[in-house]
């Protein structure tokens, strides 16, 4: 067996055979409502028809998310200003403080996690997850691959995301993550791996 397939397997070994509640609350963020909360956190006032496209979801998905999430009083709906026919939906002071505890639960359960992994192991973990996620994110579901142009620009919106997180960092700003990082602003950020040809 060579290295890719051997490396598939311990991946799909890794990912499925050690699932914990923590994992499962950790991938369950990633989509539905803690997607939609953090879009917001880090967005700002969205349409409903942004969040779908941010989340890749229908509109009846989103709608279905954005009424459980006002009947938890986590967003408000207003009327758009430039449309009229438009809502936008931001997030309540409840919202906000419903993402600041998952967040702050999940900063906890990974700062344990790589303290036990100490600091030299835990930083080329993060550096290869981030590369592998940057690939992964540009990989099409009918098996085409990308061109050498994707791969440059998804490393591009990476360091630009990277930078943006390292200056809310500085600033003291909670980071929640967000997976829309062509808005992100741009830099040259020189610590993040460009694309190996």
């Known amino acids: 067996m060579d290295y890719q397939l051997e490396a598939v397997h311990e991946l799909m070994f890794a990912m499925w055979a050690s699932r ?22 880090f967005q700002g006032a969205r ?3 942004q969040l779908a496209q941010a989340m890749g979801a ?26 009229r026919r438009s809502v936008v939906v931001e997030l309540s002071d409840e919202g906000r403080r419903a993402v600041r505890q998952r967040s702050d639960r999940l900063i906890e359960n990974l700062s344990w996690v790589f303290s036990q992994m ?5 930083r080329e973990f993060v550096g290869l ?18 061109t050498v142009e994707q ?6 919106r990476r360091a630009r995301l990277h930078e943006r997180m390292r200056e809310m960092v500085r600033n003291g700003e909670q980071w929640h993550g967000s997976c829309r990082p062509h808005d992100a602003p741009s830099s040259n950020d020189a610590d993040v791996d460009r694309p190996v040809q």
């Open 20 to 41: 914990s509640k923590a994992t499962r609350s950790f991938e369950r963020g990633a989509q539905g409502e803690m997607f939609v909360l953090r879009e917001l956190s």
């Open 47 to 49: 349409t409903p028809s």
């Open 58 to 83: 229908t509109s009846g998905r989103i709608s279905s998310i954005l009424a459980s999430l006002t009947k938890k009083g986590w967003i408000v709906r207003t009327g758009d200003p430039q449309d």
């Open 118 to 122: 100490g600091e030299r192991r835990t």
């Open 129 to 146: 997850l981030s590369e592998f996620m940057t690939y992964l994110s540009i990989c099409e579901p009918d098996g085409s691959y990308p």
């Open 151 to 156: 791969v440059e620009e998804a490393f591009e």
